[in-house]
């Protein structure tokens, strides 16, 4: 989409956000009650299909949302965002397979060095701009890439992380039990966006906002850009390390696929096909994605064909996300008919 | 008054989408109704630089299929394959595994993915306990680990360490011969070309220790350009090369260190070059080239493997690959086991599997045996040979010996605290 269409869609949005001050109560309610129509799910229907549809959901949508944040809200196009993903899978499979600790302590851990080397990398890269900031972000990615390819005594090189993750049990939940693993990736899904939706409603998304829009502006006021820029870029990277855990919790294991850029292009895909000016936008991007993803691989092995149909088609044809045009819909409609009520 | 189309999404597309969503979610349900066939679920790689792999298997699969189909079934219930591609990714294997299996309703599953996607699906098998052979992975802790066992995992490809027992033997002996000592590698740099050169050179060692390694290259998988690698191994001067380079990437190596006469000036041992996706893609195959054998239709020098591999050819107007014999292996055993058992259920069929030796047109002594203990297959013919520039390609290949394979392996697996 063009920078103008861009602006002028999060126009017509923050018009109708701006409205509505943030509400964490609502919010938090809003998100418990998303949590308990997912929770039972299970009980409706016995299609494990779906459950697994579900579960994936999680992982891509956290990882799709969290590079909205970036994306969308502050302007930073990340070609690598993939590499959190990757090291949440592999930070979480490794402490589970090497040391057996309980799963939230490796959870926390893996955050934890998620944390540490998003700081590290985010430093470096957030100085830059454009496409200058996408290029080192995907250095890094492949950096990270080939260093899970040629650790082979860590990692299992090609082979990525054998032997399946152990899951002891925790607080009652069992992990390996495919109805607590559904369970808690919803819940760790609707806490992900809840806190992401915080972080973009509050003072400090509408600073990423303005720096998206004027960072020259922005530092003029006062504002640190930098250090909002990193803030940002860590805070995205433990998003999209517990969609990787997610990921490496549904197949048992971590592989280098997980790192690569691919994953972070479909991460892009995912956003151009939700789009970016709305903060469910990701999350529409990656159901759609994902069920196209499989439903066109159960028809024809020429997917490739036709994924890349569909992108092209949203990018020059469409030129904004499916969400975009809901949002739109949704305003002229209320426009239409507060005219007609004045 | 005009009507004009209103902007946005209309109730009729807004109808359209939401049927669009319910088909996709109903599919599974239609698709459970049908009864009596057994479905077969078969992720693969269909997409991508390795696609023949996928292709190839599905041929080889798809023609024992039909034989079985036309013969009964599995005890009396028609087989239909679902294969799906999973472009190479692991989660994808997985993903399309449990879909297979959960949505689709295939009772059993023939694993057809390349490396780390084989060991996705192993931990898709160890959750859903449905019965699973494993058809392409080569890579040997796969079964030969005890933590990687479920006593449903099975596998019917060739394993790296039984090709590197026999090639170092084979290459011993010549090097022996002809005191071939200072030898140099040239191995695609991931975790099969690492690990097999690294078994072969152990073995070489062992059964020739005068035997020097002065040169290593490590040429990225589908590296383009070879002429870095080429040079350097002209360079060092050794009497003779290794290598695990296969497909596309050994073809356009051996293009490429023909134009620098390379292989007049040291003896070449390539254990992936007696495929036919690499003999018949070479330019100009040079004479000599030891290699072991992948799928060749000469060896083993049977009627039976003549047969299958021309019967293939018709069917598909291309030789099968070492994939394919190791996926029609695949159902091969089933049958056998589904008569074994007389019955199609996949703990009954795993049960029937374990031990089974069946008459085999690719097996060293006419028979594979899928072994109890580590639920993988021996017995298949295994040797080497040397290449001429047509047809038979490998006219004669020299048997590797299984008592001497199952002794070393054993002793392996100790090495390796497997056992």
Redesign the interface.
Known sequence: MTELQAEQASKVLDNSITKSKPRPNRDALIALAVFVVLAVLPMLTS????L?FVI?CAAYGLFATSLNLLVGYTGLTSFGHGMFFGLGAYGFGLMMQKTGVAVPVAFVATLAITFVVALVIGAICVRLKEIYFAFVTLAFQMLIHSTI?SW?SLT?????L???IPRPPFLGIDL?N?LHLYIVSCALLVIGLFLMHQIAQSPFGYTLRMIRDNATRASFIGIDVWRAKLTIFVLAALFASTGGII?AL????A????AYW?ISGEGIFINMLGGVTTFLGPMVGTALFL?LN??V??VT????IVLGIVILFFAIGLRKGLMD??I??YV??RERSGGRAS | MTRTRKPGISRRSTLALMGAGAVTFATPWVARAQAKTIKVGMPTILSGRVAQLGTSSRNGVMLEVEKVNAAGGLAGRQIEMVIRDSKGQPQEAARVARELVNTDGCELLIDAEASSGAFAVHEVARDLGVLCIHTNSETSSLTADPKQHIPNGFRTARQGVHDSIVGGSYAAAIAKAKGLKRWATCSPDYAYGRDTTGEYVTYLKRFAPDVEIISESWPKLFQPDYTEVVTKILQAKPQALYSCLWGGDLTSYIDQANIYALFAQMEVFAVNMADYTALTVVKNLPKGIHSGNRYIKTYPATAENAAWGDAYKAKYNEYPTNWSWENATAIMLLAEASKKANSADGKKLAEALRGLKIKSPFGADGTVTMRAEDQTLIGYAIGWGTTIPQEPYVPEVKAGDWKTILELEAEWKKSKGYT
């Open positions: 299609s494990k299909f779906l697994d994936r390819l082979v299992g090189g090609d082979q990525g054998r032997g399946g390996s495919h990921m549904f197949v048992s294991g592989y280098p696929e997980f691919t069920i499989d439903t691989t159960r092995e020429y997917h490739g045009f809901v739109e819909w002229q409609r």
